[in-house]
């Protein structure tokens, strides 16, 4: 039977990039790896520059006619009568008075700023007062003392210690680029150095990872806060995205997915268990080589879990199932962020090469197969589909055959599955409340915006109002002081 489905197949050559070049490819660059995906960039870059500088050509050369044109026409108007000279200087005076009550009631542009702390500064030193900034401030103390320790030994250590410290500090001045020029200076800095490192040790390839790898894990720490999930990026969108699609996917089972993997072997169970526990680590680390490890570590244990079930070597067939099944049980957090943040800020040759680079890209491939998941990928009609993605209904759980079939296991079985499929249908009940409650919570904030206008309104009527009263007891006291007005009887007597 399970021979007979339609499991997920992806060719090893999809997982290169698009361009031929022979290494791995990311979704995220468009098929390409980093080398080929810079080299796009630049030449999209160089033309755009091309192109402003022809703009900018023939913006000038228009000035300079218009210029020409108006120069030529005020020679031909230079004969001006005295009476116009005279109304000119008269303008000029009156012009020259108004600018300079102007200017005196103007501020100076010297008078110097008040010393109000921006939000660049506040950020750039945290109060001491907040426990995550202590925290990140120690690791970034720890990374610091790790990266001198092991440049002691080089002859160029302090000099790399130079460069990667005011390129870090130069960084966080930039916070408001967009993450892909933030990703750009980073990867430039990598690329400079790396070659004047091949240079320095004379192509030692290994000699220059290690350096190479040191100096992210310096940067990368330092600049963590910085530049993981931006806000200038639609990275938490994503998060929150893949999250809602991979919890409306909690009923895909192991033989949909033709997943080789039997989890009533304890080792296997097991395996599985690590691997879940790897893949949600991964948003616990900092620095990108810290993250691919995780992933690595997660897939070791997939194809360990494989191995075990199947009693032979696991295929590439097999592991790309077994990665999205792993990925839909443990619902990583920040998974769309951690995936840019490696994308953006690892040591390129990383991703290019390797099995950091080969379980990276699989993920990725991972992630979007979740995203674009459909009936027909589960051998499931689009019918069946959509009832189980609405939650009117689940798949039949499978059970065992014969007289197993009635056995205490297959019952307790069947009365998890009815408990999962409660605890969704609660999971789904508690996000339409939380809906709910998030609109109250705008409300409320709508009412107390209408309400501080209100009071406002009502002050400044009646600071009107007591200001006229005040003038009208005034007219009734000055009446009070002055005589009574004369009339006409007291001259008739």
């Known amino acids: 039977m399970m021979s007979q489905r339609r499991g997920i197949h992806l060719d090893q050559s999809e997982l290169l990039c698009t361009k031929g070049c022979g290494f791995y490819g990311n979704t995220a660059w468009q098929g390409l790896c980093s080398k080929c995906w810079r080299e796009e960039n630049q030449r999209e870059r160089q033309k755009q520059i091309q192109e402003d500088q022809a703009l900018a050509e023939r913006l000038q050369r228009e000035e300079e006619e218009a210029y020409a044109s108006r120069h030529q026409k005020a020679q031909s108007q230079s004969t001006i009568t005295p009476f116009s000279k005279f109304e000119e200087r008269k303008t000029k005076e009156k012009s020259s008075k108004v600018h300079t009550v102007t200017k005196f009631f103007t501020p100076s542009s010297k008078t110097p700023p008040k010393k109000d702390a921006s939000p660049f500064d506040a950020q750039a030193s945290p109060s001491p007062s907040s426990s995550a900034s202590r925290h990140s401030s120690v690791d970034s103390d720890h990374a610091t003392r790790e990266f001198i320790d092991f440049l002691k030994p080089l002859k160029s250590g302090r000099e790399i210690f130079k460069q990667c410290r005011a390129f870090t500090e130069s960084m966080v001045y930039k916070r408001d680029m967009g993450s892909d020029e933030l990703a750009e200076c980073v990867q430039d800095f990598y690329q400079n150095l790396s070659d004047r490192l091949h240079t320095q040790f004379k192509g030692s390839s290994d000699h220059v990872e290690s350096v190479m790898d040191e100096v992210e894990k310096y940067m990368m720490t330092r600049l963590y806060k910085e530049v993981f999930c931006p806000e200038t990026t639609d990275d938490e969108k994503k998060d929150l995205a893949i999250q809602k699609r991979i919890r409306a996917l ?180 508690q996000e339409q409340v939380m809906e ?12 107390t915006d209408e309400v501080e206008q209100k009071v406002q309104s009502v002050l400044e009527t009646s600071g009107t109002t007591a200001a006229a009263s005040s003038a009208i007891d005034a007219d009734n006291v000055e009446n009070e002081l002055l005589p009574p007005p004369l009339t006409p009887q007291v001259f008739a007597g």
């Open 250 to 429: 909690h009923w895909v089972t192991i033989e949909m997915l033709c997943v080789p993997v039997d989890e009533e072997i304890p080792e296997v169970s097991d395996s599985v268990v690590k691997a879940i526990t790897d893949v949600i680590e991964m948003d616990s680390k900092r620095v990108p080589k810290d993250k691919l490890g995780c992933i690595t570590r997660c897939s070791k244990h997939i194809f360990n879990a494989i191995k075990v079930s199947k009693k032979e070597a696991a295929s590439a067939d097999d592991f790309l199932p077994t990665l999205i099944y792993i990925v839909l049980k443990a619902n990583p957090p920040r998974l769309q962020s951690n995936i840019q943040y490696i994308t953006r800020f690892c040591n390129p040759s990383r991703l290019m090469t390797g099995e950091d680079g080969y379980y990276f890209t699989n993920l990725c491939c991972a992630v979007a197969f979740i995203e674009k998941l459909d009936g027909q990928s589960l051998n499931l009609s689009s019918e069946e589909f959509e009832l189980y993605m609405s939650g009117q209904a689940s798949p039949h759980w499978p059970q065992a055959t014969g007289a197993s079939s009635c056995s205490p296991g297959s019952a307790a079985l069947n009365q998890v599955h009815k408990r999962l499929d409660m605890l969704t249908g609660l999971g789904e009940r």
């Open 436 to 447: 709910k409650a998030r609109q109250l919570e705008n409300d409320l904030i709508d009412w």
